[in-house]
């Protein structure tokens, strides 16, 4: 008995840990999960990943696919403020005080004020309605009120880890919107040609693999055709709710007749790259933050004629007979007639 209660324990200490390491998200119900990655997939936003064209004629096609993860060199944080004042002197005053606090708390996290722009976007009027009232109406008028300024700071950084530090000394300068982060890789062109060098390899293993298997490829027409792409890390955001349904209490509720009020949940993000399965090799698997995944297809056709022609299928070949005719004379011999 001892050892049925022990073998029922870890069990259930086994169960416990595979729910763990699936992580929340695929707590969720999996038609949903796969709806809301499908919907996100198929919008402008969704990840970027190459795809070769087809060739017109497929003997034997080669079709490799290439994915580089890559930590960005250099990261670009965008806030936005606004002000407003009665005065436009007043304006500038506070917005000016707001923009050097955070300055100079950048200097302390090893950000130079060189790596810091400022973005003018709008500077206008606010208006009100003033209620004028006659005898039998009112008439609703749009007076000033005072103005509105806003702008962009664009902040510069290398380390991605430093970003926590950049929020907390905007927020510590009441700068609370942080639009987005733009992630930036200086040799890319480096990136492309380690990519094409591999898939080129692969091309060449495939190639071995047919001639080995009697398939001869080397003298055949090749039809290449290549395609890269680049997917950001903000593409790969998805969203998801952390909560689990309580269905055995509402459905008794529902039998009896009673109202459900549901809390509203709230929605959070987590980050999914593109997944490793639907490619030939994968450089730089292992990751630890959000990096920019560059994507490469390679696709190779060999055609079965060299000259890239279509085979002209052989006619047989007709018997004419060609009809002659003769005369019989008297005398026993034959006498042709050309007859036309």
């Known amino acids: 008995m001892k050892k049925l209660g022990f073998f029922l324990l870890l069990q259930c200490i086994a169960v416990i840990g595979f729910g763990q390491a699936r992580g929340n ?4 119900n999996r038609a949903y999960q796969k709806d809301k990655y499908n919907s996100s997939y198929n919008n402008k936003s969704r990840p970027v990943v190459a795809l070769a064209g087809s060739a017109i004629r497929n003997d034997v096609t080669f079709d490799i696919k290439i994915l580089m993860n890559v930590k960005a060199d250099s990261y670009l944080a965008i806030f936005h403020l606004s002000q407003v004042g009665r005065r436009t002197g007043e304006i500038d005053t506070l917005m000016n005080k707001r923009i050097n606090g955070f300055k100079r708390a950048l200097t302390r996290v090893n950000i130079p004020e060189k790596d810091v722009f400022i ?21 609703y008028n749009e007076v000033p009120k005072g103005f509105e300024m806003k702008k962009n700071i ?3 950084f290398k380390d991605e880890r430093v970003l926590d530090k950049i929020v907390t000394a905007a927020a510590q300068n009441e700068i609370y919107d ?3 982060v733009d992630y930036f ?26 001639q080995d298997l009697g398939v001869d490829l080397s003298s055949r027409y090749r039809y290449v055709n290549d395609k890269s792409a680049v997917s950001m890390p ?4 998805f969203q998801y709710q952390a909560y689990t349904n309580n269905n055995l209490f509402s459905n008794s509720l529902i039998a009896k007749k009673g109202k459900v009020q549901l809390a509203e949940k709230a929605w959070t993000l987590y980050y999914q790259p593109i997944a490793y399965k639907d ?9 630890l ?14 055609l079965r004629n060299k000259e890239n022609k279509e085979e002209t299928p052989k006619v047989p070949e007709k018997t004419v007979i060609k009809k002659q005719y003769y005369v019989l004379k008297p005398d026993g011999s034959l006498q042709f007639l050309d007859i036309k």
């Open 185 to 210: 890789v200086d040799d890319m062109e480096g990136v492309y040609d380690t990519m094409r060098e591999k898939a080129v390899t692969i091309a060449a293993k495939k190639e071995k693999l047919h």
């Open 289 to 302: 933050e959000p990096v920019v995944q560059f994507t490469y297809n390679l696709k190779i056709t060999y």
């Open 178 to 180: 942080l639009v987005r």
């Open 234 to 237: 903000y593409d790969n955001y």
């Open 119 to 139: 973005d003018m976007l709008t500077f206008v009027p606010v208006y009100e309605y003033v209620v004028e009232r006659k005898l039998f109406s009112k008439t």
């Open 25 to 28: 998200a695929n707590q969720q």
């Open 279 to 287: 490619f030939d090799a994968v450089i730089t698997p292992s990751v």
């Open 154 to 156: 664009h902040v510069r």
